[in-house]
């Protein structure tokens, strides 16, 4: 095979990939942002995913600085939070401080949460995986590796290939975003009135499963409320850690009248645990 006609390498894959987004967020940011603002929330996410770029670029060299791109990746989710208005959400008060529950998995599961409801349709953006792959690596080989790390810190294959996979799945919520954003008024806001508190429903996703329970994180409650248990009994479907469902939920009671650390869902007139976009509502 001829040079010319080399194929590309991961490093000059991921370049294309990275300049792909930026030409797509610059089509979003450019025409909000505020350069005179220090506080410009647009202007913090633009920042974010440079950040995030240049730590993409140095883990081509060193697998170590994987750990920042994993907290640059965390302040892209948190500023897309912020600017959509429900950071708080993901916030919860622990010994009279106030936490993120930000890991980079969770953060992406609140925004495709409100993104399906905002959009009321299924986000399907692919590569997300690479998300939960890239905790995993970065807690089994930087920072709980199981043999001492070798001098040589340049990045693996698996790495290479997650980081490629990564910058796919941020194309794809670039663009979701970009889709809220062009939303005419009256329907941001009559589907935004869905993720108030002061319904008798709950929108949430499923946060983890353990054999045949599973637990939903519901807008409504926030990081800071009560998760709600569901098994088999309670849904239409069983549903797989991620999927966005909707639920009437309620604080039930043991036999010493002690109320259950999660919340009960509500079966009405076989209205059980659905997926939010095949629900009425």
Known sequence: MSESSAAPTNEEMIEEQIDKCFDLLADIIEPRIDVESDDDVYQK??????????????????????????????????????EQGYREKLQREVGGEIRNEDNVVNAFRWFKTYSTVLLDEEIDISYTFALENLNEYREDEIAHPKELPSPDQQADPVLLSSLLLIWNALEGVIRTWGRILELDDDTYEERRRLLDDDHDFHIGFVDHVEGRVGYVTSFQEGEAGQSIRIEPQYVEYFPSEGDVVILKAEQQYNHADEPFSSLTPVVENNNRVRKFVESDR
């Open 45 to 82: 996410i633009d920042e974010y995913f440079g950040w995030v770029e240049q730590s993409t670029r140095a883990s081509f060299q060193d697998r170590f600085n994987t750990a920042q791109l994993y907290n640059y990746l965390r302040y892209v989710f948190l500023g897309l939070a912020d």
